[in-house]
């Protein structure tokens, strides 16, 4: 079973920032966060990592909170090719178990 | 580099038949795991391989099955296709797949639709 909770779905306007969020309450200390995107039955695109700290790169920002209970994917100014269903995932050992993820929509 | 490729793109079979699909990491990449995507069930993990052996499974039945070869590429095969067969399948490479976290990267999966 999946380790995390997320939202089945999002809005968000077109240049605005979209906050995804994702708890993760059971998280153990040596699990990662991860976080992938599928657009319309593409394979799952990898976004971002993060262990305890907050990360950053070309595509989005990672903050997990103080006690790695919950986490947030910021991407910063949404387009419409954005718009794709995002999955969080806890990770350790390279077991990946998905869950059903938030499907964010971004609008014109 | 060149990404996860997988062969081929789209499938048909009829229930019964047998069906390999196949599955090219990307280079130097060790681990290679399959997912199998449908509507209702979601992404599941099938199995994973490391160094031509499974190294971790997924709750399927016996007529999933895998390889993987000493140039890492795997296939997958599913023997006695049922309807509930048809779904996307997806592979994914990491370069070794232990200890720490290892970023998995997905290939663009084989669709398969049973007949």
């Known amino acids: 079973d999946a380790k995390t909770t997320q939202p089945p779905s999002m809005d968000c306007a077109e240049g605005r920032a979209a906050n995804l969020p994702c708890n993760h309450s059971?998280?153990?200390?040596?699990?990662?966060v991860y976080w992938y995107r599928q657009i319309h039955s593409q394979g799952p695109q990898y976004i971002i990592h993060?262990?305890?700290n907050n990360e950053t790169n070309e595509m989005a920002s990672l903050i997990i909170t103080e006690d790695r209970k919950s986490s947030t994917l910021i991407l910063p100014h949404a387009t419409l090719r954005d718009t794709a269903v995002y999955y969080c995932i806890v990770v350790n050992n390279n077991d990946m178990r998905f869950g059903a993820g938030t499907r964010l929509t971004v609008k014109p | 580099k060149a990404g996860v490729t997988q062969t081929p793109r789209y499938l048909i079979k009829t229930r019964g038949q047998q069906v390999t699909l196949s599955c090219s990491p990307i280079?130097?990449?060790?681990?290679v795991s399959w997912y199998q995507q449908t509507p209702g069930q979601g992404l599941q993990f099938l199995f994973e391989y490391f160094s031509e052996t499974q190294r971790n499974k997924g709750n399927f039945p016996g007529r999933f099955s895998g390889r993987q070869f000493s140039n890492s590429r795997s296939e997958m095969n599913v023997s006695t296709l049922e309807l509930g067969d048809s779904a996307l399948y997806l592979c994914?490479?990491?370069?070794?797949?232990?200890?720490?976290?290892?970023?998995?990267?997905f290939g663009p999966g084989t669709r398969l639709t049973v007949l």
């Open positions: 993060g262990l305890k």
């Open positions: 280079s130097g990449h060790r681990s």
């Open positions: 059971t998280i153990s200390g040596n699990e990662y």
């Open positions: 994914a490479s990491s370069l070794e797949g232990t200890g720490v976290a290892d970023t998995q990267y």
